[in-house]
């Protein structure tokens, strides 16, 4: 069993910047997948960047170049650092983490396949 348990979020003014942390705890094997899923108000949950053990990231188009997935050395705690904020990154960030070999999503999107641990989430507000 794992544990996440997102923190960083907060409102902030379109332009600006945010670092997101998941904190991970309960086992000692190391997730081959971790992520950060978002969801609005009326829309799906939405895959925002995942990382691999490997460290390979993938990015959702709409936040690639702003957006930042990374782990500190033990991997035990994932970040998104975010930057050049828009209104429509507005969301619940979740933090998700997966312990099967190869299923890592990519690309954004809904899938979210082989992550089978989920965080309660972190509310990003960004205001134009």
């Known amino acids: 069993q794992a544990q996440l348990v997102e923190s960083g979020g907060g409102s902030v003014q379109a332009g600006g910047s945010l670092r997101l942390s998941c904190a991970r705890s309960?086992?000692?094997?190391?997730?081959?997948?971790m992520g950060w899923f978002r969801q609005s108000p009326g829309k799906e949950r939405e895959g925002v960047a995942t990382i691999r053990t490997d460290g390979y990231a993938s990015y959702a188009d709409s936040v690639k170049g702003r957006f930042t997935i990374s782990q500190d050395n033990a991997k035990t705690t994932l970040y998104l650092q975010m930057s050049s904020l828009k209104p429509e990154d507005t969301a619940m960030y979740y933090c998700a983490a997966g312990f099967r070999a190869g299923a890592c999503p990519t690309g954004g999107g809904g899938n979210h396949y082989g992550l089978d641990y989920w965080g309660k989430g972190t509310l990003v507000t960004i205001s134009s």
């Open positions: 309960g086992t000692s094997y190391r997730p081959y997948c």
